[in-house]
């Protein structure tokens, strides 16, 4: 079973709007760290946002935020006053808290196509 | 501090070579995971190294192996290579592998396989 899913595989935004993207994850732990990435076409991953599953509050980072709903399993990410250099894949990555050093999963990845 | 370094950063082997990458993580990481990462797959963990020990593995076959020195550098090695092993190889690395903790990613290296 999947364990992280992203529903949309592409989207796209008019620059200066805002976008959600949605990320939601399966997991029997309590203990549990959300993560989200951008890759642009060069292909280097760069970190945007992390919440612990303890967070209270929601994350920010920035233009970036993080929708956190702990019951319904989900950790959209959403972009505040999108820019042409948002355009780029984004990974949403989970890593369960089974030992303290389990592995990173990631999702397949919504592709964000931002429009002048 | 600089990035994760991967080396090389482009690589065309052909069907049946052997090929080894190498990540050097940020300073003061001791945990460098690898992944692959393919079009139809996406990213799959391939494994993690903390101390020079193996500490998590992925489902790749035993064509696919790693090391970690003790100044946490670590080499990813691919042995009798296929058409499908085409993909790029990406490296992350942390403190210590944590709950917590965010993994930096290297630029990857583009691996092809003729």
């Known amino acids: 079973a999947q364990k992280i899913t992203q529903t949309q595989p592409g989207m796209f935004v008019q620059e200066k709007e805002a976008v959600t993207l949605d990320c939601t994850y399966d997991t029997s732990d309590q203990s549990y760290g959300l993560f989200w990435y951008k890759q642009p076409s060069s292909g280097e991953m760069i970190f945007l946002i992390y919440?612990?599953?303890?967070?209270?509050q929601n994350a920010t980072e920035g233009r970036y935020s993080l929708n956190f709903q702990k019951a319904r399993k989900s950790a959209n990410l959403v972009i505040s006053a999108s820019q042409l250099g948002d355009s780029a894949m984004y990974f949403c990555?989970?890593?369960?808290?089974?030992?303290?050093?389990?592995?990173?999963?990631f999702g397949p990845g919504t592709s964000l196509s931002v429009i002048p | 501090k600089a990035g994760v370094t991967q080396t090389p950063r482009y690589l065309i082997k052909t069907r049946g070579q052997q090929v080894t990458l190498s990540c050097s993580p940020i300073?003061?990481?001791?945990?460098v995971s690898w992944y692959q990462q393919t079009p139809g797959q996406g990213l799959q963990f391939l494994f993690e190294y903390f101390s020079e020990t193996q500490r998590n593995k992925g489902n790749f076959p035993g064509r696919f192996s790693g090391r970690q020195f003790s100044n946490s550098r670590s080499e990813m090695n691919v042995s009798t290579l296929e058409l499908g092993d085409s993909a790029l190889y990406l490296c992350?690395?942390?403190?210590?592998?944590?709950?917590?903790?965010?993994?930096?990613f290297g630029p990857g290296t583009r691996l092809l396989v003729l």
């Open positions: 919440q612990g599953s303890y967070d209270e």
């Open positions: 990555a989970m890593r369960e808290g089974k030992t303290s050093y389990d592995k990173v999963i």
């Open positions: 992350a690395s942390s403190p210590n592998g944590a709950l917590q903790e965010t993994q930096y």
């Open positions: 300073s003061g990481h001791r945990s």
